[in-house]
């Protein structure tokens, strides 16, 4: 069977808690967020994704099983492509590899149905909130968007899962003042929904854009809102803290590319 995908990393330290993974890219995504520093592969542009053989996923997983502890299905959005998805989760599996899918939780039957089958120990998502300012289409896709991914938050309590929850940091400044409240209430209403899901790892993810990175699928858009300050990401900070007792909240790495003078 062939999956459209768009390559291999062999070990990364920062895609799953710090733990040792293999990442697989798989390409296709259903969202548009203007930010998307991986359209390329969301769009499943020719100049970056190609039909694999899933045997060449699977000897890559074989090969690095002794050495990393994850393999990390990221895209583009891997539920996309359901069926190779949950065949690359039960060969990692079949050969004693932890599971972690990066997902935007727009599908949360695809998502149950791994989750049924035990094929998921780690999933990591983004609270895009609010969702038609983040994600890019018409006001009511991006509420239907909306409801599959609480209902995937709501489904991830009933397992023993590690869920990552990245929240994006923009800057407010530059937002209006009912663009941030509205925002604060998806947040709220989100970490609500994951109180009572026992790991949760809070990550606070800057948005980078120009001039830090120049291949995102929005520009324009990027360099009003994205490369947050110091001060922004101190607000996220507080706010999460306030909303979310049990906080284990960090920074995600590429913060470390920020300018944090401000
Ligand atoms: S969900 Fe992820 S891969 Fe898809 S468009 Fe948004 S940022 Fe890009």
């Known amino acids: ?30 969202l548009k967020c203007p930010y998307c520093h991986n359209w390329r592969i969301a769009e499943a542009h020719a100049s970056t994704c190609y039909p694999a053989e899933l045997s060449e996923i699977y000897t890559a997983i074989e090969s690095a099983s002794s050495i990393v502890d994850y393999i990390h ?6 539920t996309q492509q359901a069926v190779q998805l949950q065949r690359v989760l039960e ?17 949360p039957s695809i998502i149950e149905s791994l989750l049924r089958r035990g094929l998921i120990d780690h999933l990591a998502t983004d609270v895009k909130a609010p969702p038609d300012f983040m994600i890019g289409l018409p006001r009511s896709e991006a509420l239907r968007y909306w409801r599959g991914f609480t209902n995937t938050l709501r489904l991830i309590r009933e397992y023993d899962v590690i869920l990552e929850l990245r929240i994006p940091v923009l800057k407010y400044g530059a937002m ?14 989100a970490l609500s929904i994951v109180e009572t899901v026992s790991k949760v790892h809070l990550v606070l993810n800057p948005i980078l854009g120009p001039p830090i990175i120049d291949s995102v699928r929005n520009p324009e858009w990027c360099s009003k809102y994205a490369v947050p300050g110091i001060r ?4 996220a900070e507080t706010l999460v803290k306030s909303l979310y007792s049990r906080a284990d909240i ?3 790495q590429h913060a470390s590319l920020l300018p944090l003078g401000t």
């Open 1 to 30: 069977m062939k999956v459209m995908f768009a390559g291999i990393k062999d070990i990364s330290l920062i895609d799953v808690c710090g733990e040792p993974s293999l990442t697989v890219w798989f390409c296709g995504c259903n």
């Open 176 to 189: 209006s003042p009912e663009l941030v409240a509205s925002s604060k209430r998806y947040l709220v209403k």
């Open 91 to 107: 060969f990692a599996k079949s050969v004693g590899v932890r599971t972690s899918v990066n997902t935007n939780c727009s599908n």
């Open 232 to 235: 922004d990401i101190e607000l």
């Open 73 to 78: 299905v990221t895209g583009g959005e891997p």
């Open 250 to 252: 960090r920074l995600a």
